[in-house]
T-cell receptor, first 113, second 111 residues
């Protein structure tokens, strides 16, 4: 158990819909990272937040957005969902100054039908 | 942008034997980190080993060791005394400001 929690574990929704994925980082970690893993692929970095502020942006679609709240939990919002958005979405967290020590959550499996 | 290449989509090894997984990367950076992550069927991402580019000594973690060749931009993972529990996808990753992952190598340890 990494200490990073993600909810829900599984999510099934239809095309065109909007969903919100939630992540709670490890206690004391200020940074949260979001990744997308499509079937049998490596992870694609989406976005990073540090203490409530956006720190880095990767290959995140305009239909996707994220935020980090004062209690440091983060949410990833996916809208106008397409079949190709079906993937495993991981959240990871790290303490300040140690992005190389990321701890991954168990992931949320999103299926768009 | 950095790229990470894992040229072996799938590998098999007999239990107790040694296997080496390959990884190459492309970067113009001089200071960075390299990682191997394991993803078992549970899908949890588990850090196996980490290497700082400024360190010449190859990292080791119990049965896991790396061969880091900075000039060649190569970062291979050696698993000694393979165990059934090592069966998983293995991802090589590069980190400077962000993480870049390879496409993975599926390792199957046979009894």
């Amino acid at each position: 158990d990494s200490g990073v929690t993600q909810t829900p574990k599984h999510l099934i929704t239809a095309t065109g819909q909007r969903v919100t994925l939630r992540c709670s980082p490890r206690s004391g970690d200020l940074s949260v990272y979001w990744y997308q893993q499509s079937l049998d692929q490596g992870l694609q970095f989406l976005i990073q937040y540090y203490n409530g502020e956006e720190r880095a942006k990767g290959n995140i679609l305009e239909r996707f957005s994220a935020q980090q709240f004062p209690d440091l939990h983060s949410e990833l919002n996916l809208s106008s969902l397409e079949l190709g958005d079906s993937a495993l979405y991981f959240c990871a967290s790290s303490v300040e100054g140690t992005p190389y020590e990321q701890y991954f959550g168990p992931g949320t499996r999103l299926t768009v039908t | 942008a950095q790229t990470v290449t894992q040229s072996q989509p799938e590998m098999s090894v007999q239990e107790a034997e040694t296997v080496t997984l390959s990884c190459t990367y492309d970067t113009s950076e001089s200071n960075y980190y390299l990682f191997w992550y394991k993803q078992p069927p549970s899908r949890q991402m588990i850090l196996v080993i980490r290497q700082e580019a400024y360190k010449q000594q190859n990292a080791t973690e119990n049965r896991f060791s790396v061969n880091f060749q900075k000039a060649a931009k190569s970062f291979s993972l050696k698993i000694s005394d393979s165990q059934l529990g090592d069966t998983a996808m293995y991802f090589c990753a590069f980190m400077k400001q962000e993480f870049y992952f390879g496409s993975g190598t599926k390792l199957n340890v046979k009894p």
